[in-house]
């Protein structure tokens, strides 16, 4: 019963909360401290697997866990029933933990959605998690972001251009991570460009520096990632 009055409050705190960030935190590693400052006022916080013993550990509350739960702590998951709505998938599946998290997310109807993980993860499992934001069923969403570690990576499409305020001098990088993007437009940085073509992994976008208030980035067609990391030279 109290597994059952848990859920209800959890589905009825999502429903009441639509048009809020979803936030989604991976497992992996522990969450850096500028991770969970992002984390905005009455964000709707899934975990995936064991994102949820690190996002406890950060202070953060699940509303919800996914994933086949087994890497979640028996504590974690214990809390999770008293707390959270827990969606459990068996581990013969096709989507990762964190896809299916994000597909959770996007359940809620937000209009941002945030991915946290702490750095350190393995290899495959960073690349498929980044590789999740670009999913087209996305492309609605008014922000999309991600905390790796202290990293921040915002992901710019058509109808979602991208500004970074942040100060003059400091490294940003853009990555075409899901396919060729054309159109890669920047402005107010110190090598801008104007209308090109940035084919999958190249090396053309990484190690550019603010120059101005506000770099704007935008794109005609494609996904970029805007990566601000957070050792500057």
Do not use: C
């Amino acid at each position: 019963m109290a597994q059952d009055d848990a859920g209800r409050r959890a589905q009825g705190r999502a429903e009441a909360q639509q048009a809020i960030a979803a936030v989604v935190v991976t497992g992996g590693a522990p969450l850096d401290a500028r991770a969970v400052a992002a984390v905005p006022d009455g964000a709707y916080v899934i975990a995936a697997d064991g994102g949820l013993d690190h996002a406890r550990a950060a202070g953060l509350a699940p509303d919800a866990l996914v994933g086949d739960l087994d890497s979640v702590s028996a504590a974690g998951l214990a809390w999770a029933h008293e707390h959270a709505t827990v969606h459990t998938h068996p581990a013969d599946k096709a989507a990762t933990d964190t896809e299916l998290a994000v597909a959770r997310a996007l359940a809620v109807s937000p209009r941002r959605l945030i991915l946290l993980a702490g750095a350190g993860d393995r290899l495959d499992h960073t690349i498929a998690a980044l590789g999740a934001l670009g999913a087209p069923a996305l492309d609605h969403l008014e922000a999309v972001e991600a905390w790796w570690g202290a990293d921040h990576l915002l992901v710019a499409t058509p109808d979602r251009p991208v500004a970074l305020t942040d100060p003059v001098g400091t490294t940003f990088s853009v990555l075409a991570m899901h396919g060729p993007v054309s159109g890669v437009t920047i402005t107010g940085a110190r090598w801008p460009l104007d209308d090109v073509e940035l084919l999958p992994l190249v090396g053309w976008g990484v190690s550019n520096q603010v120059a101005g208030a506000v770099v704007h980035v935008s794109v005609s067609d494609g996904v970029l990632t805007v990566i601000v990391p957070h050792s500057q030279p």
